[in-house]
Nanobody
Framework: QVQLAESGGGLVQAGGSLRLSCAASGRIFSNYVVAWFRQAPGKEREFVAGISWSGSGTYYAHSVSGRFSASRDIAKNTVYLQMNSLNPEDTAVYYC??????????????????WGQGTQVTVSS
């Protein structure tokens, strides 16, 4: 069993940066992908970024490519999402997800077995 806890959300002005953390309790195996999804009010949950726990790959949605960066710290069992050049369209609740079946389709939410509770990110214009 894996439990995920996000932190680092908050209010930031457009053009600013935030770093989200996803701390995992329980064993994350090398075949896991840990990903970030987000959901804005009235919209469906969407994939943002992901990283294979083995370090073999990172994945990004087109809307955040070049602005967001996912990384992991194996010793801390933590995945990070560095978000730069934020704009109001990035406002959403950000969720961390993990699972062993997402390597082929990391953008598909149903491929993930474990989810955090989410952290709010609000970008003001």
């Amino acid at each position: 069993q894996v439990q995920l806890a996000e932190s680092g959300g908050g209010l930031v002005q457009a053009g600013g940066s935030l770093r989200l953390s996803c701390a995992a309790s329980g064993r994350i195996f090398s075949n896991y992908v840990v990903a970030w999804f987000r959901q804005a009010p009235g919209k469906e949950r969407e994939f943002v970024a992901g990283i294979s726990w083995s370090g073999s790959g990172t994945y990004y949605a087109h809307s955040v490519s070049g602005r967001f960066s996912a990384s992991r710290d194996i010793a801390k069992n933590t995945v990070y999402l560095q978000m730069n050049s934020l704009n109001p369209e990035d406002t959403a609740v950000y969720y961390c997800a993990a699972g062993p079946n997402a390597r082929d389709y990391p953008a598909l939410a149903s491929n993930y077995d474990y989810w955090g509770q989410g952290t709010q990110v609000t970008v003001s214009s």
